[in-house]
């Protein structure tokens, strides 16, 4: 059994995509930055006077044809003052109230066609050793005290990061997971492509 997985490996040879160093191979149109105009009937008000709002969006497609993803895969914010980690980045990811969609493109981030461990991102099973909190999913009550105990239980310098729109905002389903100023670094997207979610950890991560 061991010879036919090394086989099909040596068949399949390397299926890890260059990205960053080069352009995402296959980016998927949604969810990208959104361009437009017009009336939107977006139903999260990520649309009004000062523009598009990343932060708000829940990738609905509502506001169609007004509005269309342009491709752009950089939707995330990394705060000026996040410390920075250069070397590495251990992540404690924690599920404050998700429907399962941010875990899976986080999981998908580490599986052989983006391979981030070979950018210094790994994930870690114990908030002792993690670098960042990596919150996804709304604010449920039953999580306050985990999130809030496995935060004081790291150690110095940490950030938390947000990862998709419930977290960040509470995106059509309910409140945020923590308020938005807690967070060092917003990943945005319903559920973020695995292209966004790289590129954010890599800049909180630093170079
Ligand atoms: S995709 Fe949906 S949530 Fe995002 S701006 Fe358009 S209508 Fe609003
Ligand atoms: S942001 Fe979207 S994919 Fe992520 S937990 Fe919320 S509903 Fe699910």
């Known amino acids: 059994m061991s010879n036919l997985w090394f086989l099909n490996g040596i068949r399949k040879g390397i299926v890890t995509e260059k990205f960053p160093k080069t352009p995402p191979e296959d980016p998927p149109a949604w969810p990208s930055m959104l361009s437009g105009a017009g009336d939107a009937r977006c139903p999260v008000d990520a649309i009004d006077g000062n523009g598009w709002n990343m932060d708000k969006c829940i990738f609905c497609r509502r506001c169609t044809p007004a509005?269309?993803?342009?491709?752009?895969?950089?939707?995330?914010?990394?705060?000026?003052?996040?410390?920075?980690?250069?070397?590495?980045?251990?992540?404690?990811?924690?599920?404050?109230?998700?429907?399962?969609?941010?875990?899976?493109?986080?999981?998908?981030?580490?599986?052989?066609?983006?391979?981030?461990?070979?950018?210094?991102?790994?994930?870690?099973?114990?908030?002792?050793?993690?670098?960042?909190?990596?919150?996804?999913?709304?604010?449920?009550?039953?999580?306050?005290?985990?999130?809030?105990?496995?935060?004081?239980?790291?150690?110095?310098?940490?950030?938390?990061?947000?990862?998709?729109?419930?977290?960040?905002?509470?995106g059509i389903i309910g409140d945020p997971a923590l308020d938005i100023s807690k967070y060092n670094v917003r990943i945005a997207g319903c559920p973020p492509s695995p292209y966004t979610i790289i590129k954010a950890l890599i800049a909180a991560k630093g170079v």
């Not at 250069?86 to 969609?101: A, E, M, T, V, W």
């Not at 002792?128 to 999913?137: F, S, Y």
Request: hydrophobic share 40%.
């Open 67 to 170: 509005y269309s993803p342009t491709g752009n895969q950089d939707i995330f914010t990394v705060e000026s003052e996040a410390p920075i980690f250069h070397r590495s980045l251990y992540i404690y990811p924690l599920d404050s109230g998700s429907c399962g969609g941010c875990n899976v493109e986080l999981m998908n981030i580490f599986a052989p066609h983006y391979d981030a461990n070979r950018l210094g991102l790994f994930i870690t099973n114990s908030p002792r050793h993690a670098d960042a909190i990596l919150v996804m999913g709304v604010f449920t009550e039953g999580m306050e005290d985990p999130l809030r105990l496995a935060y004081e239980a790291m150690p110095d310098p940490k950030i938390v990061i947000a990862l998709g729109s419930c977290a960040i905002s509470g």
